[in-house]
């Protein structure tokens, strides 16, 4: 389930990433593009980047599950990294769109709604930094 959980925040954070991308050079905001501001920039490399580790991540972890080695450790650090990562890309190309980003004529307010929830469901992010932590320090009560 955590693995199809990071599928998805992987899926709807590119969607995200692909309207910033496509939309930034079209709009212009006080004589200039949003293409050309470095906060826009920042925020498709960071995005871009953050995407990919998160890819590489599930790919690692998805090869170790068919190897079937253990997992429990790589498998709450993908949970806790792809809703956040998501969250914070989606969150991003929102505010890109401006008002545009926050209407149901956007996808972006559907996956922010559900990517928030997944950072609940099948255990929190907390819980999950928990658990990696206890793995790799090994402090088992």
């Known amino acids: 389930r955590r693995m ?3 599928a998805w925040c992987i899926g709807a954070a590119q969607r995200a990433l692909d309207m910033m991308r ?4 079209q709009r212009k905001t006080f004589g200039h593009k949003l293409s050309e501001r470095q906060s826009i920039q920042w925020w498709v490399a960071d995005g871009a980047a953050k995407i ?3 890819r590489l991540m599930a790919y690692d972890c998805a090869w170790k599950i068919d190897q079937g080695r253990d997992v429990r450790t790589e498998i709450s650090m993908i949970k806790f990294y ?4 998501a969250q914070e890309i989606i969150d991003n ?3 890109c769109f401006g008002a545009m980003g926050m209407t149901k004529e956007m996808p972006l307010h559907l996956f922010a709604g559900r990517i928030r929830n997944m950072r609940i469901y099948d255990g929190p992010s907390e819980v999950h930094r928990m658990v990696v932590a ?3 320090m090994d402090t088992r009560p």
């Open 82 to 85: 792809a809703t956040e990562m």
């Open 93 to 95: 190309a929102m505010q």
């Open 134 to 136: 206890r793995n790799l």
């Open 52 to 54: 990919h580790a998160a």
């Open 22 to 25: 496509e939309y930034a050079p």
């Open 4 to 6: 199809e959980m990071a």
